[in-house]
């Protein structure tokens, strides 16, 4: 779509019924093929290939960023930009974006996308305020429901390790999920999506403790070891191969599918002895169907406000009723061990 010419940047303004499982694989895999579709390159957007986008970018680096005036830019940053890695030409970059939004506006063309992503509006050093936030209340809420685990759990309950190992990779990835829409560069960007394959593929190993690991250690144990072969596997190839969105999100979906199924049918198959099967059953169908919002993609409410964001703020109420399952069915256990009772 061809612009009119636009200047260089100013320097100045810089549980179904299980069996049978087949409605809920039916449902699972819709689920994972509509993931699927909403996968895109996201390398080069419709926003940064215009013409007029790059040579504002090549305008005001040449300006701007270099002697005197590259200088004067770094002397007058503030110390939370400079600390966070906000370089001259990504200030260039960033008004150059606004720039090429005000001229697609203009002109009664959509919102483009630039470099993968939604123009935002900057807040201070946050390149995504709203998705920063959600992934910090994210992190917040999964450390508040472990110090609670921690306190209501004794150490000897069969599934204490595995639940705070679960846990601290969680808070991890909400770490860098919050580093990340603070500040996207490479780095960033690898640790946000290696530590959420982590986290996926913790679940898978929690569920199989928990299903088949405590009257089966070996096979939890060499499920374990698949595991940690497959993460391995999954990061050498988007580090060394290729960063392949589309296999990312498969990857995923494909771990997370599996994942919801077992954790339903464990559910399905305790539902009459276990009176709060259901939190596992609510918590594990919300992550699944939650997830469905990232295909909302909508430009940013307010230039803050995306269906990423959206999607981070509504998983967190869940991990109050997560922990409360984990609470529970810990305190079962310890109860059973306790009393010589076969564990489910």
């Known amino acids: 779509m061809p612009l009119r010419s636009l200047p260089g940047a100013d320097s100045t303004n810089m549980a179904s019924p299980l069996p049978p499982c087949t409605a809920v694989i ?17 390398n080069a957007s419709q926003g940064d290939k215009e013409p007029v986008y790059q040579g504002c970018v090549t305008q005001c680096v040449r300006t701007n960023c270099t002697g005197a005036r590259l200088r004067g830019f770094q002397s007058t940053q503030a110390p939370y930009m400079a600390l966070t890695g906000w370089t001259c030409r ?60 921690r306190s209501s759990v004794p150490r000897q309950s069969p599934m204490y390790y595995t639940i705070t190992a679960f846990s ?68 050498s190839y988007l580090t060394f191969v290729s960063f392949d969105y589309g296999y990312n999100m ?18 399905w198959q305790n539902r009459r002895t276990l009176p709060y099967w259901w939190k596992c059953g609510v918590v594990v169908v919300l992550l699944h ?12 409410l307010f230039w803050v406000l995306d269906a990423h964001a959206v999607w981070h703020l509504s ?21 059973t061990e306790k009393t010589g009772v076969k564990l489910e």
């Open 250 to 267: 498969a990857a995923n979906a494909t771990i997370g599918i599996v994942n919801l199924l077992w954790w339903l049918c464990w559910c």
């Open 289 to 300: 169907g939650l997830a469905l919002l990232e295909l909302l993609d909508f430009p940013p």
């Open 90 to 149: 990504d200030d260039c970059r960033y008004q150059c974006m606004w720039q090429t939004v005000g001229l697609y506006q203009a002109e009664g063309y959509s919102i483009p996308q630039f470099h993968g992503k939604w123009p935002f509006a900057r807040f201070l050093c946050f390149e995504e305020p709203a998705s920063a936030l959600a992934s910090l209340l994210n992190g917040l809420a999964c450390l508040l429901m472990l110090l609670r685990y």
């Open 315 to 335: 998983t967190v109420p869940v991990h109050f009723l997560f922990y409360s399952f984990l609470i529970d069915d810990s305190l079962h256990l310890l109860n």
């Open 168 to 235: 601290l990779v969680s808070l991890n990835a909400w770490f860098w999920s919050t580093v990340f829409h603070t500040r996207d560069t490479y780095l960033t960007e690898k640790m946000d999506y290696f530590c959420a394959s982590a986290v996926i593929l913790y679940s898978i190993y929690l569920c199989c403790v928990r299903t088949l690991g405590l009257k089966r250690p070996g096979v939890s144990s060499m499920v374990g070891v698949l595991l940690i072969l497959a993460f391995t596997s999954h990061v």
């Open 26 to 42: 039916y449902s699972a895999l819709a689920i994972v093929a509509l993931l699927l579709l909403s996968a895109t390159a996201v």
